[in-house]
């Protein structure tokens, strides 16, 4: 989970123990130092626009996959008090905050079957989070705001899907409308895409048939290489 200001990487590790949360500066300078120590096998989805609040994923056996948040840590060590901001006996998961703050958009199988459901975001003590809103119907996974605010994405099979929505002054949903449709790669509670600022997608393009890759190719200057072929070509 990146960081707004694009320094640092929030990251789940079990290098030292359960898996838990870390964070480093993203162009590799300096160690990575702890952000949390628990027993509980724990992931980081997304900050708050601010980088003041972290918000994971945390498994525990009495109430599966619930969503906490903790603040930024102001140096190394731990990251202070967090709280839980969605707990209860189902599978909360991919836990994101939309670009104003305010809002917060997860995963959850309470009603019976994976929904994507959008509450407030109210991250300080005492603070209450109010109503919720069912966005998905007839299953929801990976939710991902625009980075305007104005749309919700999120998957159902293959489809990708896109709900205009409100959140200034108060929260509305419209009515969900399919965008495209792909066999890109899913798992199950964890997003495996991204929106661009431009509204493109980054996705990963699954395999229909024959053996899954077992490596990637990683080609350097191919710009000029495609210019040394073009100019064989023409000769």
Do not use: C
């Amino acid at each position: 989970a990146w960081t707004p200001d694009g320094k640092r990487l929030a990251f789940a590790s079990a290098t030292a123990g359960p898996q838990n949360l870390f964070w480093k500066p993203a162009d590799g300078s300096g160690t990575e130092e702890r952000l949390s120590t628990s027993g509980s096998t724990q992931w980081p989805t997304s900050w708050s626009p601010d980088g003041k609040w972290l918000v994971y994923e945390e498994s525990r056996p009495a109430t599966a996959s619930d969503i906490w948040v903790a603040p930024r840590p102001e140096g190394a060590g731990t990251s202070g008090p967090a709280k839980a901001l969605v707990q209860a006996p189902f599978f909360e998961r991919g836990a994101v905050i939309a670009p104003g703050g305010r809002w917060i958009a997860y995963t959850s199988n309470e009603t019976g079957n994976v929904e994507v459901f959008v509450q407030p975001f109210s991250p300080g003590p005492g603070a209450s989070l109010g109503g919720k809103w069912q966005i998905s119907n007839g299953g929801g996974l990976e939710p991902v705001w625009a980075r305007n605010g104005r749309e919700l994405f999120y998957r159902s099979g293959n489809k990708m899907i896109a709900v205009d929505v409100t959140t200034e002054p108060s929260f509305a949903a419209g009515k969900p409308r399919v965008l495209f449709e792909g066999p890109y790669f899913s798992l199950t509670g964890l997003t495996q895409y991204d929106v661009a600022p431009d509204g493109r997608f980054v996705m990963i393009q699954g395999v229909e048939s024959g053996p899954a890759p077992t490596q990637f190719h990683v080609v350097v200057n191919w710009v000029e290489e495609l210019k040394g072929r073009t100019r064989a070509g023409k000769n």
